[in-house]
């Protein structure tokens, strides 16, 4: 039923994943909060912005690190110009509405990409990371042949595990002790009150967008290293997935989304150990099962909002 | 008679209601208090949209928190809101048909006679087959009236039905409302921080302070009480 | 009776009293609309396949199916409040089981196209009834959700080609059977008569609902749930009401499309496909049925166009976009200025 000497190195992949959807999550929940935007562009903007790298790197345009720099400034930079000049417009709208304002941008940016490369050949790069690996055998016999844990990572699943725990941590540190965070956990609360208090909120709004735009731009480069080529529709929808562990946080705990972010990486690339065909088939639906189920147990209590307030 | 006893509701650590026991004695009744004191709690409590942890209501003799909440119209509560709700893509007609279909069963020709009434009652004859949407701010409220008054109500619950209207138009909204008991014979609660559209509705009034009872009875008696004003102390009442 | 009325202007009210039904219903817009109506129809059913080619009346052939599944999707959207993007799985599923069906009975063609989506109707409800209890942002998230896992099963599983067993799939592309299409539409134009007809039907269907007692339900529950419920209106039974009707629509689209590809790829329902159609939505209007055949128009037509007068079709994606936002734009300029928060 489960082939054990994959359940290792499946769980080594796993948890490189459970790091891109943890980093993501973390990107799209604090935005949530601080905006009350659902931001589904996120995967679109880190594909254009991947997209960009590989032309710069493929033309030698300018050194690698440079070009990996150009994929996460133009993220930054686009998805604070979105925040800057397109979301407030949407400010008297509820959050469907503005979600659907990301999904018009989404689809912009996935026309521009296929029109602007060739999207179905086989575009690749490889972070410096992604080219070195470190074999781990761990607990093995005498003649060092049988380890009871092997298996070779590439430095950029480190790297991307170390980031997200970096990025999750520092996001909870800047919340809690500097004054631009305690602002933006104030107007997560109640914006109008906030407003009203004199809190900045267009400056922190700005702040949240450019640090999610970033985390966008690392996540895009992240992907194309760990899925091993650039598929611009795959990195789009990813936000969809990347979602599954912010729901499972009810769009509101940070640490909770990002631990579910890492079970969804991990069970999704253990199912590939499983010895029968359909696990390993259909093991993609995953994170889409853990939100559906996360979603009903929202849906146990009913949510009326009579004349501007909830009941719940 | 509506008969409320020890009903008790609790929003987290927070008591929204503390034992409130009270009988309306029916025609109209105010019930006031400072803001938070509870009153929409109470009307959402009488609607079904809250649960209470503790209490009875008695509505002439029938155990009203035992009912699902959209069954409480077809036995006779009707409600409006702070905010105006009456729909704005359907007609006059449409609106308050909506709430006669879903709460009584009708012939159309009876049905159409009781819409009609109901609209006229309101006033809003000549705009019976207007879209809602095109309504000045006093006539919605009418609308939502209508909607209210409309088959065999017992309990009508109206929730600031004044609130931002100017003075002149809240007058005949008072008018209609302080028809209504004679006109359908339901008991009528009115929530309302106008006091001279309280006076002029209604003749016995309860008011609420911290989700406690604080005074009921006439009206007149009840504006004059001490402890009232001085809840109201740094709200002024509008004497 | 008692009127307060405080003036005699009770015409309307008179003249109410008098008149045999709505004035809505039997009024001169009415007539009017209905003709419209009636020569929008002859135009699509004649005049279009007399003057195009067989090219172009296949793709008219998509749009009219696509139109029933944004007609259904709009209905949602413009009449209850609900934003769905997880209709084009239904409409997949609803592909499969005709698929599936035609191969393994002799049935006709309308009875496979009824079944399947009364199926699909099935598992839109099974799925809605709790996922109806969330609104919002988190109704069209689970329907996502739901659509993008369906993708996942469906590009493993594949449309059945006439093999054997559950799946119905052969491996040999020799003894692929195609679907079957109903004996008095075989020819291509024929069937997009079919299907205009077809979806003309759906749309009645979705009329007849709209203007009577749930269309006035739906609209109150659009407003307010809790005035809705205040009003004595059972909610839950009125949206899943919607949500079946909107699945069984979808799901005779499903059916008609399995008849006009024949043999269908996953492209079609795969999760871009949802927001492209939640796009078209918008932008055809959701207000009136019409929005719908314009929305059908622009997701099955346009891309050809472009193409045929040799621009890139992904140019259509670019105008999606930039019509779901202008739309948005405008709505929000609009409420904004009647200071109106959602």
């Given at each position: 039923?489960?082939?054990?000497?994959?359940?290792?190195?499946?769980?080594?992949?796993?948890?490189?994943?459970?790091?891109?959807?943890?980093?993501?999550?973390?990107?799209?929940?604090?935005?949530?909060?601080?905006?009350?935007?659902?931001?589904?562009?996120?995967?679109?903007?880190?594909?254009?912005?991947?997209?960009?790298?590989?032309?710069?790197?493929?033309?030698?345009?300018?050194?690698?690190?440079?070009?990996?720099?150009?994929?996460?400034?133009?993220?930054?930079?686009?998805?604070?110009?979105?925040?800057?000049?397109?979301?407030?417009?949407?400010?008297?709208?509820?959050?469907?509405?503005?979600?659907?304002?990301?999904?018009?941008?989404?689809?912009?940016?996935?026309?521009?990409?296929?029109?602007?490369?060739?999207?179905?050949?086989?575009?690749?790069?490889?972070?410096?990371?992604?080219?070195?690996?470190?074999?781990?055998?761990?607990?093995?016999?005498?003649?060092?042949?049988?380890?009871?844990?092997?298996?070779?990572?590439?430095?950029?699943?480190?790297?991307?595990?170390?980031?997200?725990?970096?990025?999750?941590?520092?996001?909870?540190?800047?919340?809690?002790?500097?004054?631009?965070?305690?602002?933006?956990?104030?107007?997560?609360?109640?914006?109008?009150?906030?407003?009203?208090?004199?809190?900045?909120?267009?400056?922190?709004?700005?702040?949240?967008?450019?640090?999610?735009?970033?985390?966008?731009?690392?996540?895009?480069?992240?992907?194309?290293?760990?899925?091993?080529?650039?598929?611009?529709?795959?990195?789009?929808?990813?936000?969809?997935?990347?979602?599954?562990?912010?729901?499972?946080?009810?769009?509101?705990?940070?640490?909770?989304?990002?631990?579910?972010?890492?079970?969804?990486?991990?069970?999704?690339?253990?199912?590939?150990?499983?010895?029968?065909?359909?696990?390993?088939?259909?093991?993609?639906?995953?994170?889409?099962?853990?939100?559906?189920?996360?979603?009903?147990?929202?849906?146990?209590?009913?949510?009326?909002?009579?004349?501007?307030?909830?009941?719940? | 008679?509506?008969?409320?006893?020890?009903?008790?509701?609790?929003?987290?650590?927070?008591?929204?209601?503390?034992?409130?026991?009270?009988?309306?004695?029916?025609?109209?009744?105010?019930?006031?208090?400072?803001?938070?004191?509870?009153?929409?709690?109470?009307?959402?409590?009488?609607?079904?949209?809250?649960?209470?942890?503790?209490?009875?209501?008695?509505?002439?003799?029938?155990?009203?928190?035992?009912?699902?909440?959209?069954?409480?119209?077809?036995?006779?509560?009707?409600?409006?809101?702070?905010?105006?709700?009456?729909?704005?893509?359907?007609?006059?007609?449409?609106?308050?048909?909506?709430?006669?279909?879903h709460t009584s069963k009708h012939g159309k020709d009876s049905a159409r006679t009781q819409v009609l009434d109901a609209v006229e009652f309101c006033g809003?004859?000549?705009?019976?087959?207007?879209?809602?949407?095109?309504?000045?701010?006093?006539?919605?409220?009418?609308?939502?009236?209508?909607?209210?008054?409309?088959?065999?109500?017992?309990?009508?619950?109206?929730?600031?039905?004044?609130?931002?209207?100017?003075?002149?138009?809240?007058?005949?909204?008072?008018?209609?409302?302080?028809?209504?008991?004679?006109?359908?014979?339901?008991?009528?609660?009115?929530?309302?921080?106008?006091?001279?559209?309280?006076?002029?509705?209604?003749?016995?009034?309860?008011?609420?302070?911290?989700?406690?009872?604080?005074?009921?009875?006439?009206?007149?008696?009840?504006?004059?009480?001490?402890?009232?004003?001085?809840?109201?102390?740094?709200?002024?009442?509008?004497? | 009776?008692?009127?307060?009325?405080?003036?005699?202007?009770?015409?309307?009210?008179?003249?109410g009293r008098t008149a045999a039904g709505s004035p809505t219903l039997l009024g001169k817009r009415s007539i009017a609309k209905m003709g419209v109506a009636?020569?929008?129809?002859?135009?699509?059913?004649?005049?279009?396949?007399?003057?195009?080619?067989?090219?172009?009346?296949?793709?008219?052939?998509?749009?009219?199916?696509?139109?029933?599944?944004?007609?259904?999707?709009?209905?949602?959207?413009?009449?209850?409040?609900?934003?769905?993007?997880?209709?084009?799985?239904?409409?997949?599923?609803?592909?499969?089981?005709?698929?599936?069906?035609?191969?393994?009975?002799?049935?006709?063609?309308?009875?496979?196209?009824?079944?399947?989506?009364?199926?699909?109707?099935?598992?839109?409800?099974?799925?809605?009834?709790?996922?109806?209890?969330?609104?919002?942002?988190?109704?069209?998230?689970?329907?996502?959700?739901?659509?993008?896992?369906?993708?996942?099963?469906?590009?493993?599983?594949?449309?059945?080609?006439?093999?054997?067993?559950?799946?119905?799939?052969?491996?040999?592309?020799?003894?692929?059977?195609?679907?079957?299409?109903?004996?008095?539409?075989?020819?291509?134009?024929?069937?997009?008569?079919?299907?205009?007809?077809?979806?003309?039907?759906?749309?009645?269907?979705?009329?007849?609902?709209?203007?009577g007692k749930p269309g006035r339900a739906w609209a109150s529950i659009k407003q307010s749930e809790a005035a809705a419920l205040a009003a004595g209106i059972?909610?839950?039974?009125?949206?899943?009401?919607?949500?079946?009707?909107?699945?069984?629509?979808?799901?005779?689209?499903?059916?008609?499309?399995?008849?006009?590809?024949?043999?269908?790829?996953?492209?079609?329902?795969?999760?871009?496909?949802?927001?492209?159609?939640?796009?078209?939505?918008?932008?055809?209007?959701?207000?009136?049925?019409?929005?719908?055949?314009?929305?059908?128009?622009?997701?099955?037509?346009?891309?050809?166009?472009?193409?045929?007068?040799?621009?890139?079709?992904?140019?259509?994606?670019?105008?999606?976009?930039?019509?779901?936002?202008?739309?948005?734009?405008?709505?929000?300029?609009?409420?904004?200025?009647?200071?109106?928060?959602?």
């Open positions: 039923m489960i082939d054990t000497n994959q359940l290792f190195p499946f769980l080594m992949s796993g948890l490189g994943f459970g790091a891109v959807y943890a980093m993501s999550g973390t990107g799209l929940l604090v935005l949530y909060r601080t905006t009350g935007v659902l931001n589904f562009a996120f995967g679109a903007i880190g594909a254009f912005g991947a997209s960009i790298t590989w032309s710069a790197i493929e033309n030698n345009w300018a050194p690698d690190w440079v070009a990996y720099l150009m994929c996460i400034a133009f993220c930054g930079a686009v998805t604070l110009g979105y925040g800057l000049y397109l979301a407030p417009r949407y400010a008297n709208r509820d959050d469907l509405n503005k979600m659907l304002g990301t999904l018009g941008l989404a689809l912009i940016l996935l026309g521009f990409m296929f029109n602007l490369w060739k999207t179905e050949d086989a575009r690749v790069f490889r972070l410096p990371t992604g080219t070195r690996r470190v074999q781990i055998e761990w607990f093995c016999n005498s003649e060092g042949k049988e380890c009871v844990f092997d298996a070779r990572i590439s430095y950029t699943q480190i790297l991307a595990v170390v980031f997200a725990l970096v990025v999750a941590a520092g996001v909870t540190v800047y919340l809690k002790r500097t004054k631009m965070g305690t602002a933006m956990r104030a107007i997560a609360n109640d914006r109008e009150i906030s407003s009203l208090l004199g809190v900045p909120v267009r400056r922190i709004e700005a702040i949240a967008w450019l640090g999610s735009g970033v985390l966008c731009g690392i996540v895009g480069l992240l992907l194309v290293d760990l899925f091993g080529s650039l598929d611009v529709v795959l990195m789009t929808w990813f936000v969809i997935p990347a979602l599954a562990p912010v729901l499972v946080g009810r769009l509101r705990h940070l640490w909770v989304a990002f631990f579910a972010a890492f079970a969804i990486g991990v069970v999704e690339a253990e199912l590939n150990a499983s010895t029968w065909a359909w696990p390993s088939l259909y093991r993609k639906t995953t994170a889409y099962v853990v939100a559906i189920v996360a979603l009903l147990w929202f849906a146990r209590k009913r949510n009326l909002v009579i004349s501007g307030r909830s009941t719940r | 008679m509506i008969g409320i006893s020890n009903l008790t509701v609790r929003f987290g650590g927070v008591l929204s209601l503390a034992g409130v026991t009270v009988d309306f004695p029916g025609g109209a009744c105010g019930l006031i208090g400072p803001n938070g004191a509870g009153k929409t709690t109470f009307f959402n409590v009488l609607s079904g949209f809250v649960v209470p942890v503790e209490g009875s209501v008695d509505a002439d003799g029938v155990d009203l928190l035992a009912m699902p909440d959209f069954k409480r119209a077809r036995w006779g509560v009707r409600r409006t809101f702070q905010t105006e709700q009456a729909i704005e893509s359907l007609t006059v007609f449409d609106n308050v048909r909506t709430v006669l279909e809003l004859g000549a705009q019976v087959y207007a879209r809602v949407g095109t309504l000045s701010p006093r006539e919605r409220r009418l609308v939502e009236v209508a909607r209210a008054v409309v088959g065999s109500p017992k309990l009508i619950l109206l929730d600031e039905p004044g609130a931002g209207l100017p003075e002149a138009e809240s007058e005949h909204l008072g008018t209609v409302i302080r028809q209504i008991p004679d006109h359908v014979g339901a008991t009528v609660i009115l929530v309302e921080h106008d006091m001279s559209l309280v006076r002029k509705c209604c003749d016995w009034t309860a008011v609420l302070d911290f989700g406690r009872l604080l005074s009921c009875g006439p009206t007149e008696d009840v504006l004059r009480d001490p402890t009232v004003l001085a809840a109201y102390l740094g709200q002024e009442v509008e004497a | 009776m008692t009127a307060v009325a405080d003036d005699p202007r009770t015409t309307a009210v008179e003249q009636a020569a929008a129809l002859a135009i699509g059913l004649f005049l279009l396949p007399a003057i195009t080619s067989t090219f172009w009346v296949k793709n008219l052939t998509s749009a009219a199916i696509l139109a029933i599944v944004a007609g259904a999707t709009g209905m949602l959207y413009g009449r209850v409040g609900l934003v769905a993007l997880g209709q084009m799985a239904l409409y997949g599923l609803s592909t499969w089981i005709t698929l599936r069906l035609s191969f393994a009975t002799d049935l006709p063609f309308p009875a496979l196209v009824l079944i399947a989506a009364v199926i699909t109707t099935i598992f839109g409800v099974i799925l809605g009834l709790p996922a109806l209890r969330l609104s919002g942002i988190y109704l069209s998230l689970i329907t996502l959700m739901s659509a993008a896992g369906f993708l996942v099963i469906l590009s493993e599983a594949k449309f059945p080609n006439g093999g054997p067993g559950f799946k119905g799939l052969v491996q040999e592309v020799t003894n692929r059977s195609e679907m079957r299409r109903p004996d008095i539409a075989i020819g291509d134009f024929a069937y997009y008569r079919y299907v205009v007809i077809a979806m003309v039907l759906t749309y009645l269907l979705a009329l007849i609902h709209v203007v059972n909610t839950t039974t009125y949206k899943l009401w919607a949500w079946a009707l909107a699945s069984f629509m979808t799901g005779i689209a499903g059916g008609l499309l399995a008849g006009h590809v024949k043999s269908p790829s996953v492209f079609p329902f795969i999760v871009e496909q949802n927001i492209i159609l939640i796009a078209v939505v918008v932008m055809g209007g959701v207000v009136s049925l019409w929005g719908g055949i314009i929305s059908g128009l622009l997701a099955a037509v346009l891309p050809e166009l472009f193409q045929k007068i040799g621009v890139s079709d992904r140019w259509s994606l670019i105008l999606f976009g930039v019509g779901l936002t202008v739309n948005l734009l405008i709505t929000s300029h609009q409420l904004d200025k009647a200071g109106i928060r959602e």
